[in-house]
């Protein structure tokens, strides 16, 4: 009985210390150059149902079901999805505008596992007439999600298809 206690007691022990040393925190963000001006970009990104000409996660599930609700392009616009195991269930809510810089969102992931993350994408001019464009996500790892981040990246899961849809995202604009 007493080395069972000290095992379970270590198991403890290690947990907590797990927790203690796991990232709190996760910041995944990928840039690409457009050769469209700023505010042509700009306007295009700030559209949650543009998104779906561009987004990888739609072309992993061409068949899922999208709702929109509210104004498009606007504060309090939502996009509702629900897909194969690939994408999951979720919406994304337009939070701020900062026009021709800055749209901010939140994603409420439903399924496979409930999660929020504050998403964005920035313009900025990189000379020449073209856009920089950055696409990325933040949020907090709540325990017990923070001790698996130990082991797996953030950047690792999500960084190629961010990757691969701002390379769609290039190639349907400058067509």
């Keep these: 009985m007493t080395t069972l206690l000290y095992i379970l007691g270590g198991i ?8 203690l040393i796991a990232p709190k925190t996760y910041d995944v963000s990928r840039s690409i150059v457009v050769a469209k001006p700023k505010n042509e970009v700009f306007a295009y990104l700030r559209s949650l149902k ?25 504060v309090g616009a939502v996009s509702y ?5 690939e994408v999951g269930e979720g919406e994304q809510e337009i939070t ?3 026009d021709g810089e800055r749209v901010e969102s939140e994603l409420r992931f ?7 993350s504050d998403a964005y994408m920035t313009t ?9 464009v950055t696409w990325g996500f933040s949020g907090k790892n709540k325990f017990p999600m923070s001790i698996m981040m130990l082991f ?3 950047d690792k899961m999500v960084g ?3 990757e691969e849809g701002l390379e769609s995202l290039k190639a349907k604009l400058e067509e």
């Design 12 to 19: 403890v022990l290690l947990v907590l210390l797990l927790a």
């Design 50 to 74: 543009k998104q779906d000409e561009w987004s990888p996660w739609s072309k992993k599930d061409p068949d899922m079901h999208k709702e929109f609700r509210g104004t498009d392009g606007e």
């Design 81 to 85: 999805w629900k897909g194969n195991k």
């Design 96 to 98: 701020k505008i900062v």
């Design 110 to 116: 439903l399924k496979p596992f409930k999660s929020t």
């Design 124 to 132: 900025e001019d990189s000379g020449n007439g073209g856009t920089k």
């Design 152 to 154: 797996m990246s953030m």
């Design 160 to 162: 190629k298809d961010f």
